[in-house]
């Protein structure tokens, strides 16, 4: 599976931003999918997920109630939609399948986009 993410930019905190996810596979084909951050000097931290029917969806709690994720299992895409962005925010997003780890707590999958800058400025 490869994985091209894109939509990442340079926004001011309050703006509103989605990252898109293009998958080489339908997404219907594939199990869990969401997103990971890492911001300079500071470890991966999980973001979104969503199983495969898109029914059950989980957010970190930093990001829940301002960032929705959501996907298109008619195409091959995934989309994580981001309002009210933060400096605290400003990372390197990656579209993933195949979350890894306990429920919830996930802290790996099975494969990686290559990755999205996303900077919000104060």
């Known amino acids: 599976v490869q994985l091209q993410a894109s939509g990442g930019g340079l926004v001011q905190a309050g703006d509103s931003l989605t990252l898109s996810c293009e998958a080489s596979?339908?997404?219907?084909?594939?199990?869990?999918m969401g997103w990971f951050r890492q911001a300079p000097g500071k470890e991966r931290e999980f973001v979104a997920a969503?199983?495969?029917?898109?029914?059950?969806?989980y957010y970190s709690s930093s990001v829940k109630d301002r960032f929705t994720i959501s996907r298109d299992n008619a195409g091959n895409m995934v989309y994580l939609q981001m309002n009210s962005l933060k400096p605290e925010d400003t990372a390197l997003y990656y579209c993933?399948?195949?979350?890894?780890?306990?429920?919830?707590?996930?802290?790996?999958?099975?494969?990686w986009g290559q990755g999205t800058q996303v900077t919000v400025s104060s």
């Open positions: 596979e339908r997404t219907l084909s594939m199990p869990d």
């Open positions: 969503i199983n495969q029917s898109g029914g059950i969806i």
């Open positions: 993933v399948v195949g979350l890894k780890g306990p429920w919830g707590r996930w802290n790996g999958a099975s494969y």
